[in-house]
């Protein structure tokens, strides 16, 4: 259930930034989707604490 959750912030996170850059340009739109990106990152990719290992 909580890879889905990266997913959907990574998933959010990358069309968020495409957004801010490409169509709105020097918005202040962007760090947020560059926040959310790096929020999925650290969850798909992170540590797992307990539970099984792959």
Known sequence: MRR???DI???LGA???IV???IYGKSSIWPLGFL???IGLI???GRRRGGRRW
């Open 15 to 17: 069309i968020w930034l």
């Open 43 to 45: 969850g798909k990719f």
């Open 20 to 22: 801010g850059l490409l």
């Open 36 to 38: 959310f990106l790096i």
């Open 4 to 6: 889905r959750i990266y």
């Open 9 to 11: 912030f990574l998933v």
